[in-house]
């Protein structure tokens, strides 16, 4: 019977993992392309603010959907230094301590994008600001959430190059999964320096995106439909 729970413990996190990691990409991609991608116009904060206030429930569901993100992202960097222990315990904690890192960032960065919504629903402390005003500091909060949210992934781009790396020395994974993670890492690591250092660029960077999309796909999906290999 101990064997036999040895045996299967692997797997069952492993499903659980990829349940979290299928959360992590839809409610990731959906609050981002779907819903501030269409109510923020960062080049024009009265056309923003005049979206959120017609579509208020959706703006909101974007705080849901990130927030429910980031507590997938808090257990699922338990659950996979659970997985990869076995390669190394001390890099599969240092991982765990980067993605852990994100996570509290992204949790904290929440408030920007909620910021911008207590300003344009008139509370009392912004009857201070003209309406000019309110629009433009709101929107100062939606650039701030989006530097937040790049911020977070600097420290996700270390996490996914020693996942990635412990994903090639497991038995439990394609070592392919492995240098897929890797090279998204690159890839977010590349995009966020360049908002931050070479702004003026970002635009030329975007279309690379599609490496880490396939990537964390493509190992979201292997946990859900294989799990692991477990050895005899």
């Avoid at 996570?103 to 408030?111: R, S, T, V």
């Avoid at 207590?118 to 709101?138: C, H, I, P, R």
């Avoid at 994974?173 to 993670?181: K, N, T």
């Avoid at 890797?182 to 908002?195: C, H, K, Q």
Wanted: charge should be neutral.
């Amino acid at each position: 019977m101990t064997a036999r729970t040895a045996e299967t413990s692997p797997l069952f996190y492993a499903r659980i993992a990829g349940f979290l990691y299928l959360i992590i990409i839809v409610f990731g991609i959906s609050s981002e392309a779907f819903i501030r991608s269409s109510l923020v116009v960062m080049e024009d904060a009265n056309i923003t603010a005049t979206n959120m206030m017609a579509s208020e429930g959706l703006f909101r569901f974007g705080f849901l959907a990130d927030s429910i993100m980031v507590l997938s992202e808090v257990a699922i960097a338990v659950l996979f230094y659970v997985l990869l222990k076995s390669v190394s315990k001390t890099l599969a904690l240092t991982a765990a301590a980067f993605r852990l890192t994100q996570a509290a960032i992204l949790g904290f960065n929440l408030l920007n994008y909620y910021a911008a919504l207590l300003l344009l629903n008139g509370v009392e402390y912004a009857t201070a600001f003209k309406s000019d005003q309110l629009n433009a500091l709101a929107l100062l909060f939606l650039d701030m959430h989006r530097h937040g949210y790049d911020l977070g992934l600097i420290f996700f781009g270390p996490s996914n190059i020693i996942l990635g790396t412990l994903v090639v020395k497991s038995h439990h994974f394609p070592g392919i999964l492995g240098y897929g993670l890797i090279a998204a890492a690159v890839v977010y690591l590349t995009g966020s320096f360049t908002l931050f250092l070479f702004p003026d660029y970002v635009a030329l960077i975007e279309p690379i995106y599609i490496v880490p999309l396939i990537a964390e796909v493509s190992f979201c999906l292997w946990l859900l439909i294989k799990g692991v290999k477990v050895r005899p």
